[in-house]
């Protein structure tokens, strides 16, 4: 092939490509962009991806991709039935890329010596650098030969080494991410992606030689303190159903990974992982040292997936598509078929790239859905990035010329909405959104409400127990569709009135049939500062027992539940602050007996890495305890100003299972307590009545220490 850029002077050619995907002018933010486009002018034809229908005149040949100031190798990619799909390469900053179709009786073997039907594509690539970067490391075995399971055709080709492994990883995660992108734009949030982490380097992705040096995704090889035996033990084999220890894998590679990352509290870091010592076992029909896996903690998201699928995976920008249309069959004398839906090239691909995204995603924090990457969609993985689609040995399907994009694999929209507020998905231009805080929920006279300080952006319905959301609610602005801006969040509102009459009817509108005979339906709230709340049961929160009769008279009301109050020997506490109701007699210099209210002085918190209880101390010297006594010898106490009426306004906490730390907040503006307790533990939640509601008393749980906690308020 030949770089010379062709012109593109005079009146655009009728036959000239039309991208239908993204706005010539927009920015993205990742490398390797995916677009779909066609011949024949949308405005006329209309777009011929999203309808799905046959053209009566189609046409075939190849789209020619010239890359900005010829940065890129020359490539093509095939047009079908008037469309066609590609990936492109970006340089940072502003690129203009040509594209030239070609029809079948022009091609000669010498396309830049043709003058095709061109048209310019214009792309801001802006480079991420407020977020945190995913991570992509290999594992190996300290013993590791350094060769992943290949059939003998590939090993011939193009290898098995550590080094081909290296650039069909780094392909598959770009892959990645232009899905990614491609699938937030579709929904209006802009074309957000993870960033990741990147290094200068010999450049694998245009498959060139010599490579030229480019900053392209790191692979970090980990050797991991296991032999390749070991690793291969049955028992660790996730696939295996008589498997001892089926999540031994994702523990060694925990360990591995937060010693080489050398992992640290607060500073949370994401690692996708691949195991390249997995193998199938041909005699035992096991695929060992693979586990499809994702998950973590406050230090470390991880996703880890087996090398097994990696023969399939295309190494560079220019075998993506025949990779996604290969129909090898698949030799189980050599390579696993996976779940039994690996049977050619192509499907093993799917489920390589895809299934490993799969994890990728439970290291983002998304959960499994009804449909998407979050099911099993990743089987159809391959229809993002074709026109078309070979036979299926899964399906038996005979192939098809081209698919519609309510065919393609898809994350759902409620994952998308997840990725806009991650902090992996941050923008340069985002507005700082403070984490701590968390999300209030309140019921309050036959009404729910709940509310964030950075806003509440949706929530989700779930019946009874189930673990899949069929039915959500947004609060963001309103988008007129898929677009280049992402929606504000200073838009989103800071407190929402939950009605559950209205919550049920959507539930049950968008439930399966068989499902909509639910009696409990659980809420989870979730704020723009990516803090999440869940209601067990939103009927709780309406019912008598979220009521509470006061000394008063008055009725007091419960919040939500901060932790969980599941500890052995956990116990229920409750207690009505007599500063809120009690009047205590004194007399005056003449003798007059006079009734005022009861002044609490300061508050004792006792405490050692948890909170195991308060005393509210009165200055008639009268005391209340909350929990119980324990931790630093005498606790710490914190006085109230009572000359100037300071009183209790809420509290800070750091809470997870249990409550790990404290803050004390009073009626003065900005004045708080120091964080007793754990102030690292858990996460940051704070606890202040809504507006025209003031404490009452605190509620919640005692086991060795609190495990839960409550306000309850009143008007």
Known sequence: MGSRMPSATGPLSPLAPHITSITDGSSVHQKVLLIRGQIGDPETIGDLHRSGTHVHKPFEGEVCIFSHQEGFPVYTVPVVDSRFKAVLHLQAGKNTIKLEFIQPRQSNGNLAAQEGHANLLNINYIALNASPPLHLAILVAKDSPELFDAPPARVAGEGNGLEMAKRKYRMAAYLWQAFTAEQMQRYGLYSRCFRLEEEWQPSTLGNETPAPMRSEARIHVIRVDKTVAELRNPDFAQQNPHAKHPGALFDIAKDACKAYFRTTPGQKQYVSAMFLDSHWDVEKKLLTAH?????????????IFGSHALHSYPSCVQHIIPAFTDCTRTDTHFTANDCDESGS???????????????????????????????????TLNRTFTTGEPFSTRTKSPGRKFCSL???????????????????????????????????VWSAENEVTASAEAGIAWIELYADDDDLCYAWKEYLPTQPGPGTQSPCVDGLPRTIRLVEQELRDRLKDNLPAHKRNFKKMRVQINSAGNSQYTVEDFNKLTDKSARIKLPSGQIGFRSGKIGFGTMNGSKPQEMIIESTYMKVKEKDILGNVNYRAKVLRSIKVFHGLAIDGMEFCYEDTSTQLFGRVGGKPGGDEFFFDTRRGETLAGFSLRAGAWIDGIQIITTMTGRKSPMYGNANGGSGQTLIPPTGFHIAGIAGSCADWLDSFQLIVTR
């Open 291 to 303: 586990a499809a896996l994702g998950g973590g903690d406050d230090e470390l998201g991880l996703a």
């Open 345 to 379: 090239t192509w499907e093993a691909a799917n489920i390589g790239i895809g299934a490993h995204l799969h994890e990728v995603g439970h290291l983002f924090g998304l959960p499994h859905r009804p449909n998407g990457v979050m099911l099993r969609d990743y089987v």
């Open 406 to 440: 309510r065919e393609e694999c898809t994350w759902s929209r409620i994952d998308c909405l997840r990725f806009r507020f991650h902090p992996c998905f941050r923008h340069n231009l985002d507005k700082f959104i403070p984490s701590e805080g968390g999300i209030q």
